[in-house]
């Protein structure tokens, strides 16, 4: 039996949110599984476009077992993003309070920390990022605690600051984290709600 042989086919597997996505179909977060989805991560993270991800030079176990420990967290999750039950991406949220970027900016209980890598589309869709980012803003403020979400993407990974910039994120400062200098970029809830419509 490969690995690939323990996957389960996403369309059965539980989601802890779902919603239709105009122009795209059901957005679902399923709760990584670390072992069986290991072989789908790993060709992910080592692709040249994931360089950012900073997992380039890991094996396949190596990146199972980084997520293995993020699922021992209660403060960390990470979640397979499928759109109509194909996988679109890996999305990981956190509480800046209960992680190291907290020594780096002055973090409040009211924010919620996201990690997103996109899955290299084989038929490009415009406005596909912007629409699932929606989606998973909506799935982080549906905590009614939470108001403001924050990234920190590379510094130098200009592609993916602009386009939460131009999603409507505000660049704050850039901070230097154990493993690389970063830009940090926030949106509260009421910036977000007001760019809706």
Same mark, same amino acid.
């Given at each position: 039996m490969t690995h690939a042989d323990t996957a389960v086919p996403l369309s059965v597997r539980d989601a802890v949110y779902t919603e239709e996505l105009p122009g795209l179909g059901q957005l679902r977060?399923?709760?990584?599984?670390?072992?069986?989805?290991?072989?789908?991560?790993?060709?992910?993270?080592?692709?040249?476009?994931?360089?950012?991800?900073? =997992?380039?030079? =890991? /094996?396949?176990?190596?990146?199972?077992?980084?997520?293995?420990?993020?699922?021992?967290?209660?403060?960390?999750?990470a979640y397979l993003i499928s759109v109509d039950d194909e996988p679109a991406g890996l999305f990981q949220t956190y509480e800046p309070l209960q992680d190291p970027?907290?020594?780096a900016y002055p973090?409040?209980?009211?924010?919620? /920390?996201?990690?997103?890598?996109?899955?290299?589309?084989?038929?490009?869709?415009?406005?596909?990022?912007?629409?699932v980012l929606a989606g998973l803003i909506r799935f982080l403020l549906s905590d009614p605690a939470k108001d403001?979400?924050?990234?920190?993407?590379?510094?130098?990974?200009?592609?993916?600051? /602009?386009?939460?910039v131009s999603f409507g994120f505000e660049a704050g400062a850039q901070v230097q984290l154990a493993e690389k200098k970063a830009q940090?970029?926030?949106?509260?809830?009421?910036?977000f709600e007001s760019r809706k419509g």
């Open positions: 977060l399923i709760p990584l599984a670390p072992e069986s989805d290991a072989d789908l991560l790993h060709g992910w993270v080592t692709e040249d476009r994931a360089r950012f991800w900073g =997992m380039q030079s =890991m /094996g396949r176990d190596e990146v199972r077992d980084i997520y293995l420990f993020v699922d021992s967290l209660e403060t960390h999750h970027v907290a020594d973090a409040r209980p009211g924010d919620t /920390g996201l990690h997103l890598l996109l899955a290299p589309a084989a038929h490009p869709v415009p406005n596909f990022t912007a629409t403001r979400v924050v990234a920190e993407p590379d510094a130098r990974n200009s592609k993916a600051i /602009g386009r939460f940090l970029v926030f949106l509260t809830r009421e910036r």
